[in-house]
């Protein structure tokens, strides 16, 4: 049932199998992004107000807490591409009603299912590197995947802005649904089926074996740790990140998309390095670097903080240098995580990001919560973040003590 070769030469050295897979990954930050800038107009046309008109980010964000898990059970079940087409069809579906909705009521319900189905994307498009790959190899193939999916941040608010001024709020969210669409074509035409499906019991108690398996493993509950903190402090910036730079520190909101496009282009500088450091570092030493970056980031926000005064540039820079070392500790991190489950990838790969999400909106919503209008508060949770990575990463022989384990000779299909 398992095959014997580290890695499925053909899928992995296959462009558009990697972009495909990349695109999935983006799938949430695509949707999110893009339809940002139609908010306003969006607000007016549907006769509500602003913080309820700005509920379609957490709708959508809820949803992909909920879908994960059923995503990653299904597909351990019946295989990768089954779920990956029903959830992909779901979220298409619902991208259209939204496209076309005359109400808020409806615009956010069909956000919640749209989140809902995007939910098998970035949950199955990791489970497939760990059924081909594992070790470095996974590690080479998550930091490309990361790298188109650091573009997402960079370039969506503009398009989305684009289409708003040229066919109203509703055509960001049109191009979300033709984007799905394309999607279940993208996966039609670019990927196989990479798990051999196990439905042996009821759900409920696979699912309940799988959540057993995944927490009996110290090294998955590492990784586990190191991907989970690190968006409670960049999510926390991001919520506050316009008040920042506009109301603390005086900027335009056009110089603030520009500011902001900094930190989306250094998320992308780090997966850049770290595809570059892969071949080279152990996965280990490789999270190391990324997490003393961020300790070296956040002991400079935390000292700005206790000022309550500090040049923008500085505090901007301390900021884009945590986002540069992210990439290079999750997608290390996630590979160490799943490495030793190629059995319930899918399951594991849904534990990690619902927990991931509902911390990074916990981020989110705390940081708006304490912002009060100073630097303090602003920076205060990002520069804790990266302190508490330090410590995990430093109590790692209380936690997973022992060798890393890669099982490369347990990959779900040749």
């Not at 059970?73 to 990768?80: A, Y």
């Not at 997402?152 to 509703?170: C, D, H, K, N």
């Not at 998309?257 to 989306?264: D, K, M, V």
Request: hydrophobic share 55%; net charge positive; aromatic share 8%.
């Amino acid at each position: 049932r398992y095959c014997t070769r580290v890695m499925n030469p053909t899928l992995v050295t296959r462009r558009s199998f990697i972009l495909t897979l990349g695109l999935l990954t983006a799938m949430a930050a695509l949707t999110i992004d893009m339809s940002l800038p139609a908010i306003p107009d969006m607000v007016r046309s549907l006769a509500t107000d602003l913080p309820k008109g700005q509920l379609i980010v957490g709708a959508f964000m809820l949803g992909m807490a909920c879908g994960q898990i059923p995503a990653g059970l299904f597909s351990d079940r019946l295989g990768r591409l089954p779920v990956l087409y029903a959830g992909m069809s779901l979220f298409a579906v619902a991208a259209t009603v939204a496209a076309i909705a005359q109400s808020i009521d409806v615009m956010l319900a069909a956000r919640f299912v749209q989140g809902f189905g995007g939910a098998s994307a970035v949950v199955l498009s990791r489970a497939i590197v760990r059924d081909i790959s594992s070790g470095k190899d996974a590690a080479k193939l998550m930091s490309l995947m990361t790298m188109i999916f650091t573009v997402a941040p960079v370039v969506a608010p503009t398009i989305g802005a684009l289409l708003v001024a040229q066919w109203g709020w509703r055509a960001p969210f049109a191009a979300i649904a033709g984007g799905g669409m394309l999607m279940l074509i993208g996966i039609r035409s670019n990927l196989l089926e990479t798990r051999t499906p196990d439905a042996e019991g009821h759900p409920l108690r696979q699912l309940q074996r799988s959540f057993a398996e995944f927490f009996s493993h110290r090294q998955s509950i590492f990784g586990l740790l190191l991907i989970v903190v690190p968006p409670a402090g960049f999510m926390s910036v991001i919520a506050v990140s316009a008040a920042l730079a506009v109301e603390i520190y005086g900027f335009s909101v056009q110089a603030y998309g520009l500011i902001f496009a900094c930190a989306g282009l250094s998320i992308l500088a780090g997966s850049i390095i770290n595809r570059l450091l892969v071949p080279r570092v152990e996965l280990v030493p490789l999270i190391g670097i990324g997490i003393a970056l961020m300790a070296i980031a956040s002991a400079q926000l935390l000292l700005a903080a206790w000022m309550n005064t500090a040049p923008f540039a500085w505090v901007w820079a301390c900021i884009c240098l945590f986002f540069f070392a992210v990439p290079i500790v999750l997608s290390n991190a996630m590979v160490l995580a799943l490495d030793p489950l190629p059995r319930i990838a899918g399951v594991a790969s849904s534990i990690i990001g619902t927990i991931q999400n509902v911390i990074g909106a916990s981020g989110a919503i705390l940081g708006a919560s304490i912002y009060d209008g100073t630097l303090r508060n602003a920076v205060l949770i990002i520069g804790g973040a990266g302190f508490v990575m330090l410590t995990i990463f430093l109590l790692r022989p209380l936690i997973c003590g022992g060798p890393i384990v890669h099982h490369p000779e347990e990959l779900a299909r040749d």
